[in-house]
């Protein structure tokens, strides 16, 4: 598709087991984005990609999280050993930053994660 | 970061207009001003940004105050799609990405 496309789109998990979650974003786009957003509150900034490299991780909440990306193109948010607070829709967003940065930022449609 | 002030909600009719307003004083020469909305159980989406003058796209449009410490983000004729928040965000335009911080946003709640 001509989107960005997340996966798992739902994802349960118990407490203290680790999971990923995906983010392919839309072809040609340097920049891509991890936000989380817990139920009923706004979105928070985790990390963000110029190609491969991550130039802002500082809205990783704990070092239980950690995020890659490969080739310039799909990344992966891994959290380990998670807990109930970790609940929440993760989005991820991609931008065609390869110039100057226009502030247009193509978000998919999250990956609902639930720790029971 | 420049901060943004919106009101935390607003409420109007199917078919009206609707202005929503954003405060930012602090706003320096180089930030663009950004305007997203959030649907239920959506992503964000782009809606609208400006610099100086007022724009125009099919989706709203953006008046910019002549100091550029406010602005205005205006639908048309609000329709019951167009119930969301609304996030405005200023931005300096940079070489390379940069992070866009989400405030708290205006919730927009549209009646039949």
């Known amino acids: 598709g001509a989107g960005v496309s997340q996966s798992p789109s739902n994802k349960v998990t118990e407490k203290g087991k680790d999971v990923e979650l995906r983010c392919d974003p839309i072809s040609g786009h340097t920049a891509l984005y991890w936000y989380r957003q817990s139920l009923g509150q706004g979105l928070e900034f985790l990390i963000y990609?110029?190609?491969?490299?991550?130039?802002?991780k500082s809205g990783l909440p704990s070092d239980r999280f950690s995020a890659e990306r490969t080739g310039g193109s799909v990344s992966t948010l891994t959290i380990q050993r998670t807990q109930q607070e970790d609940s929440a829709v993760y989005l991820c967003a991609s931008s065609p930053s390869g110039g100057a940065f226009t502030g247009e930022l193509f978000f998919g449609e999250g990956s609902r994660l639930t720790v029971l | 970061d420049a901060k943004t002030t919106q009101p935390n909600s607003m409420e109007s009719n199917e078919e009206e207009p609707v202005h929503l307003p954003c405060n930012h004083s602090t706003i320096s020469g180089t930030d663009y001003i950004h305007w997203y909305r959030q649907l239920p159980s959506q992503g964000p989406e782009y809606v609208i940004h400006g610099l100086t003058s007022n724009v125009n796209n099919r989706m709203a449009s953006l008046a910019i105050a002549e100091d550029r410490k406010s602005s205005t983000l205006i639908l048309h004729r609000a329709t019951l799609r167009d119930a969301a928040v609304y996030y405005c965000i200023l931005l300096p335009l940079i070489q390379g990405a940069q992070k866009l911080v989400f405030g708290q946003g205006t919730r927009l709640t549209i009646n039949p």
């Open positions: 990609f110029q190609g491969n490299s991550a130039p802002d």
